[in-house]
């Protein structure tokens, strides 16, 4: 690892962080080493980075100290935060905070920062279409990223926005689901709108091809998906591949799902509602042929759900 540029790769053991992790220790000719990051290294998670050949260093997004030694000697940091572990846009930026400060504390060449945009830019301020959520934001685990991004200033930065990870079709229990008489169904407040998703995993692999790239995209935003689909198409393609009986879909209101009473409906029902309401505003962030540029694997709708059938039926209910 000496005669490597490490990379401290923050959330190792999520969905974005791990695909980086795994990206870096899969290139056998790669300049990079990977530094895992992770709050717990007792984790099953991180003991399988480490056998494979990551650095595994404990770390704490709360604890800007811890951040320092884990990114001490570091080349580049890959900066993400996890909203739905706390359900709060005021932590979500404390911590983006501490990586940020940590990082210029450690003097890194490059940081990649995952964020996403402020959707309040995208209606007037007593817009009544969707509700306010903790006070100032529509979208919280949106907004409260955009507003981090002012405390990367200073840093040689890319800016990766990302998009709806498809893996929370089983990851999040947002797939179909099945009823008592066999029927699968599920509902989404996006009318006809298409909705731009990714495998979680492409997003760090892209993150990669970012750092690969170097100065290249320093001081740059990159905005990316891997595919657009309606919720229909989507239910055709699950239909298709999974072998399963047709899926109903219910475009219920915006309302109406941010009703449904699960931890976090109100915040989902804003963001789909954002999806639907902004898709041209939304679409205009991301390049799907430079997210391929990034990462020649960018995965389709389709190859996602043959790659992940089993995961995907099993959380549907078999």
């Not at 919280?140 to 890319?158: C, I, M, R, S, V």
């Not at 390049?287 to 540029?293: N, S, W």
Request: glycine fraction near 10%; charge should be negative.
């Amino acid at each position: 690892m000496a005669d490597k540029k490490i990379i401290a790769v923050v959330g190792s053991t999520g969905s974005q962080g791990g695909g980086l992790c795994r990206a870096i220790l899969g290139d056998a000719s790669s300049e990079f080493a990977c530094r895992a990051i992770t709050r717990d290294p007792s984790k099953d998670a991180a003991k399988a980075l480490a056998k494979k050949g990551a650095e595994v260093v404990q770390a704490d997004l709360d604890d800007v100290e811890s951040l320092k030694k884990a990114f001490a000697g570091a080349y580049g940091v890959y900066g993400v935060t996890n909203f739905w572990e706390h359900f709060s846009g005021a932590k979500e930026k404390e911590q983006a905070k501490n990586i940020a400060d940590a990082a210029k504390a450690a003097g890194v060449k490059h940081v990649v920062w995952s964020t996403l945009e402020d959707t309040r830019k995208f209606m007037q301020a007593d817009d009544t279409r969707m509700p306010m959520l903790q006070d100032v934001y529509r979208v919280p685990h949106f907004d409260a990223k955009a507003e981090a991004d002012a405390y990367f200033e200073g840093l040689p930065l890319t800016k990766l926005v990302t998009s709806f990870y498809w893996d929370n079709l089983y990851t999040f229990g947002l797939g179909p689901q099945k009823a008592e008489d066999g029927s699968l169904s599920w509902a989404f407040p996006m009318g006809e709108a298409k909705m731009a998703g990714i495998a979680a995993a492409d997003i760090g692999k892209v993150a990669y091809g970012i750092f690969k790239a170097g100065p290249a995209y320093i001081g740059k935003t990159v905005g990316i998906y891997g595919e657009a689909l309606t919720i229909k198409a989507m239910g055709d393609t699950l239909t298709s591949v999974l072998g399963v009986g047709s899926i109903t879909y219910n475009a219920v209101d915006a309302d109406a799902y941010r009703g449904f009473g699960f931890p976090g409906a109100d915040e989902l029902g804003n963001m789909f509602q954002v999806y639907r309401d902004f898709e041209k505003e939304f679409m205009a962030n991301r390049d799907l042929d430079l997210a391929r540029l990034l990462d020649a694997e960018l995965q389709s709708f389709e190859d996602f759900v043959k790659i992940n059938a089993e995961a995907i039926k099993g959380a549907m209910g078999g």
